[in-house]
């Protein structure tokens, strides 16, 4: 069994930040990509940045957070985070944590995904 915990989400004004942080744990064999989806209200789940763990991947972000969002890896842990500055209205939405990885039991590549954090940016 495999468990990704978010923290983190909350309200924040137009304009501020919010760092969110995501741990994976449990019986993982390969842990290749980490990343954060999110999904507003009345929209399809999009990503929104990764960052990969193994392999030859690259961090990938959302044309739309390119110089506002930024995730990063914690050195020697299956742990990312992703700090969120000049919050848009447009940015509020439930963020998912995403990982892609093997685990002990099953034993093919898979995506697993957190229980989902609110982030709400309003004045």
């Known amino acids: 069994q495999v468990q990704l915990v978010e923290s983190g989400g909350g309200l924040v004004q137009p304009g501020g930040s919010l760092r969110l942080s995501c741990a994976a744990s449990g019986s993982i064999l390969t842990l290749y990509t980490m990343g954060w989806y999110r999904q507003a209200p009345g929209k399809q789940r999009e990503l929104v940045a990764t960052i990969p763990i193994t392999g030859g991947a690259t961090t990938n972000y959302a044309d739309s957070v390119k110089g506002r969002f930024t995730i990063s890896r914690e050195n020697g842990k299956n742990t990312v985070s992703l700090q969120m500055s000049s919050l848009e209205t447009s940015d509020t939405a439930v963020y998912y944590c995403?990982?892609?990885?093997?685990?002990?039991?099953?034993?093919?590549?898979?995506?697993?995904w957190g229980q989902g954090t609110q982030v709400t940016v309003s004045s």
């Open positions: 995403y990982a892609r990885m093997r685990t002990t039991i099953l034993i093919v590549p898979r995506d697993y």
